[in-house]
């Protein structure tokens, strides 16, 4: 599986949040404590904003901590607003059109975790693309596909109900083939104000993740960390897993909720993740 972060908050350095904390993102791309494997070395991806219309996107398929390039850009690129994400590949290939996160328009979309047996009812699931999003497939992975078919479903509308369409239809498929847990996963996606995080699977064992508490909270918990001090009150970082040294700076999202943090959310309350059932699931 793989590992992801995303951040809101006052502009900052993408090296403090993806190499300098004990236990770093980048340390997690080779030494995973968490995930299915402890290495992610199947390519990466950042994703930030700036003034510029769309995010900017940087992927590789070199392992996070090999290169170079991200170390550069890592220390000269500032945002509010960013996702990152190491890889480690199940099913599909390793080339760059297969790194997260995947980029429309002004959204960024990134998961961990696995349609299973998705071979056996892929083409069901793309049809389901619209037409006009159809041509943007460009690699081989699920979660490709599952961005979307989300945006095919009203993301841009209603982030909350277009994923869990989504992921109801993926189910739908997938039961229909014979496929008794479908989906795992956690999933980020943002359109530069806000994020949404959703942690689910089938089998009700979902992958973890975690949200950072408040910084005011933080700053009474470690008054002595500078840092704390340099970013803004509604700051919040959602990780595949703890960064840092700090036990008590992370609440854990539980399995199948969603929850939003960024401009129009001062804080991350998770929600019950309802799967309405999409208007394609009874469809042949």
């Known amino acids: 599986m793989c590992r992801w972060l995303a951040y809101t908050g006052s502009p ?61 850009l890592a220390q000269h690129i500032s945002s509010g607003h960013f996702f990152a994400h190491v890889r480690a590949a199940i099913g599909s290939a390793v080339q760059m059109t297969n790194c997260h996160p995947f980029r429309h328009g002004r959204w960024l979309w990134m998961h961990n975790g696995c349609i299973h047996e998705f071979s056996k009812f892929r083409r069901d699931v793309a049809l389901a693309i619209d037409p006009s999003l159809y041509p943007e497939i460009a690699g081989q992975t699920d979660s490709e596909i599952l961005f979307l078919l989300a945006l095919s479903l009203g993301l841009e509308d209603d982030p909350p109900g277009a994923t869990a369409q989504a992921i109801g239809l993926v189910e739908d498929r997938g039961h229909k083939c014979g496929v008794r847990d479908p989906f795992q996963g956690t999933i980020a996606t943002t359109d530069g104000d ?25 700053r009474q918990l470690y008054p002595e960390r500078r840092i704390f001090d340099e970013v803004s009150d509604d700051a919040r970082l959602i990780v595949s897993e703890p960064i840092g040294d700090l036990p008590r700076a992370w609440n854990v999202l539980p399995g199948s909720t969603y929850g939003a943090a960024g401009k129009a959310h001062e804080e991350l309350h998770p929600s019950p993740l309802d799967r309405p059932p999409s208007p394609f699931a009874t469809s042949a």
């Open 12 to 72: 900052l350095p993408l090296e403090q949040a993806l190499y300098s904390p004990a236990h770093s993102f980048i340390d997690q791309s080779m030494h995973s404590r968490l995930g299915a494997e402890p290495t992610n070395g199947d390519g990466f991806g950042v994703g930030w904003y700036d003034a510029a219309p769309t995010p900017g996107i940087f992927r590789s398929i070199e392992p996070a901590w090999n290169d170079q390039n991200l170390r550069e």
């Open 194 to 218: 806000s994020i949404w995080a959703f942690r689910y699977s089938s089998e009700g064992k979902s992958r973890s993740l975690f949200f950072s508490r408040d910084v005011p909270t933080l």
